[in-house]
């Protein structure tokens, strides 16, 4: 027979110890095993023997003020232990602020204000939450999956982002290492990446798709049918999906690369509502992801939507493999691309040195090094104070003459307090160099022209819709947004070839029953919360729509 899983809780007042430990015990003592411990050395010492017995554990409950060693000291060390566990810091009100710096050190999840009574309203809502979230969580062994790759490689980047974005552990070996060398004789001197899973199976340079099948990621649907085909897994796709499901539609989910979008790829987004404290875009992404899953919804990844069209009261879609997926309504919910940033011999170096987006697995190897973010936008603020924290010093290179216009005030003012990130104003890219990697860059700004040693450039330069695969279906604007709703409509009247008597909906394209939600629909407002909304809103006109069908 197993054992229960155990919920830990360490705390220095044996008062507030025993306090946690009985409200534990009366509403999980069926379920779960309830450890207490009254120091972080004595709990280390109880997770050691969990972890010798082979006991899971679900919950660790660290108190922040302990004068042996702090809720976060301990949970950082615990977190080598039970890495799946879920991690709650309890705190009085005038230690809120460490509890917020916490959540970056220890990837914390939820902070727990004393006194929390009524237990009920304040305490089993957070504890169940958790528990929710450690029982839908793939717990496997970290490091099972093994990464082989050249440093300097565009493809095991690619690789490594794939997995990182998608949240499967792995271990990164350079091709040079000790271990690195078995692997690949064994594997008899493959193509790199090698990619080595948890059962010895050797994957050589593989696929999106066939690292995501290696790794048990969804890449095909389980009908060919469906009431609702949500293209694009980002926020505005994931809103979609959540919404779709939950009233009841059969949903499936198709996604390119990984779920997020580029918000997924954010190292904090703080002004969501509801997050008081703020939320990593991965974080944002898993929990919606698994919100989807949780009321019944498919979320298929690596897939490649080329095409759409009409089939009578069907919406049809075409992926680049042959494959169709048809269903009563479509959302577009594709979001943007970064834009290419036009400066001489950068195209030869990307993923090499030169990234678009946060790019979370090179992070690592940022540290103590001079590293460049281009843009003036929220995610170019969000990145560079993500990388401040292990760079030696972070360039923001910005083309206008300061950050208000395009940059929300509270990360302005958190640039400003770190004392390792670098404005530069009117100053841009000209040229990269280097040869097998980024070495140099050419920059241009107020006192003319100059070249810095760099390794590492990471660039958010604005972004594009890329739907070209829509032509000649959906009607867009000039820069490719998709035209939705009243944006279809001239002087009141319906738009050209529209076949029914009805006006279009709010986010309804030019082709009745395909709407668009998020940062590909025409004049959005290219905001996490927006991008929800948009995709609640989706569903809300997709049943309207059915129902007059």
């Given at each position: ?7 830990l ?5 044996p ?26 050395p004595?709990?280390l ?8 017995r082979?006991?899971d ?15 976060v ?15 709650v810091l ?7 602020d460490a ?24 305490f089993?809502?957070?504890i169940d939450?958790?528990?929710?979230a450690?029982?839908?969580t793939e ?17 095991s ?10 949240q499967?552990?792995?271990?990164w ?9 078995e ?10 990446p ?7 199976t050797?994957?050589s340079?593989?696929?999106d ?22 293209v ?7 809103g ?24 997924g ?8 509502l ?15 992801r698994?919100?989807a ?8 990844t690596?897939?490649k ?34 834009r290419?940033?036009d ?17 979370m ?45 395009s940059?929300?005030?509270y ?5 400003a ?6 404005v530069h ?20 700004g ?20 890329r ?11 000039a820069?490719?947004y ?31 029953g ?14 996490v ?21």
């Amino acid at each position: 027979m197993l054992s229960k899983p155990v919920l830990l809780t360490v705390d220095d007042d044996p008062g507030v110890s025993r306090a946690v430990a009985r409200d534990l015990r009366r509403r999980y003592a069926e379920t779960y095993r309830v450890v207490r411990a009254e120091s972080g050395p004595q709990a280390l010492d109880s997770l050691r023997e969990l972890r010798l017995r082979g006991d899971d554990t679900a919950l660790l409950l660290a108190d922040h003020r302990m004068p042996e060693m702090t809720g976060v000291e301990f949970l950082e060390q615990a977190m080598d232990l039970f890495p799946y566990a879920r991690r709650v810091l309890l705190t009085a009100y005038a230690d809120t602020d460490a509890a917020i710096r916490a959540i970056n050190v220890v990837d914390l999840d939820h902070y727990l204000l004393k006194p929390w009574n009524p237990p009920d309203e304040k305490f089993y809502p957070v504890i169940d939450s958790q528990l929710e979230a450690w029982r839908r969580t793939e717990r496997t062994t970290p490091g099972e999956l093994r990464v082989v790759g050249h440093r300097w490689s565009n493809r095991s980047y690619q690789v490594r982002d794939f997995l990182a974005r998608n949240q499967v552990p792995y271990t990164w070996l350079l091709d040079t290492s000790p271990e690195a060398a078995e692997l690949l004789k064994a594997a008899g001197d493959p193509e790199l990446p090698l990619v080595v899973t948890a059962d010895g199976t050797t994957l050589s340079a593989p696929t999106d798709a066939e690292l995501a099948a290696a790794v048990g990621l969804s890449t095909s649907p389980e009908a060919d049918f469906y009431d609702l085909v949500v293209v694009g897994g980002g926020p505005a796709g994931l809103g979609a999906a959540v919404y779709g499901a939950s009233e009841g539609l059969r949903t499936v989910l198709i996604e390119r690369h990984a779920s997020g979008g580029q918000a997924g790829q954010s190292s904090r987004i703080e002004n969501y509502l509801g997050f008081p404290d703020g939320v990593s875009g991965a974080q944002l992404a898993d929990r919606a992801r698994r919100q989807a899953e949780r009321f019944g919804a498919e979320l298929i990844t690596t897939g490649k939507v080329t095409g759409l069209e009409t089939r009578g009261q069907a919406r049809v879609v075409r992926q680049a493999d042959g494959s169709e997926i048809a269903a009563h309504a479509v959302i577009l919910a594709t979001g943007v691309s970064y834009r290419r940033l036009d400066a001489a011999g950068l195209d030869d170096l990307v993923g090499v040195g030169v990234y678009y987006g946060a790019a979370m697995a090179e992070t690592p190897g940022c540290t103590d090094e001079e590293v460049y973010v281009v843009g003036g936008a929220n995610s170019a603020g969000q990145a560079a104070v993500n990388l401040s924290r292990v760079a030696k010093r972070v360039h923001i290179l910005v083309r206008a003459g300061g950050l208000e216009k395009s940059m929300s005030h509270y990360l302005i003012q958190q640039i400003a307090g770190i004392p390792n990130i670098e404005v530069h104003t009117r100053t841009v890219v000209v040229s990269g160099e280097g040869t097998d990697h980024l070495e140099r860059l050419t920059l241009s700004g107020p006192e003319g022209e100059r070249t810095v040693d760099a390794h590492w450039l990471f660039v958010f330069i604005g972004a594009e819709p890329r739907t070209e695969w829509l032509d000649g279906m959906i009607e867009r604007d000039a820069r490719g947004y998709v035209l939705t709703g009243p944006d279809l409509v001239a002087d009141g009247r319906r738009p050209a070839d529209w076949p029914v008597t009805r006006q279009p909906y709010h986010l309804e394209t030019s082709v009745p029953g395909i709407f668009a939600a998020g940062d590909v629909r025409a004049d959005s407002m290219k905001r996490v919360a927006s991008a929800v909304g948009d995709g609640a809103m989706a569903v809300a006109l997709v049943h309207r729509y059915l129902e007059q069908s």
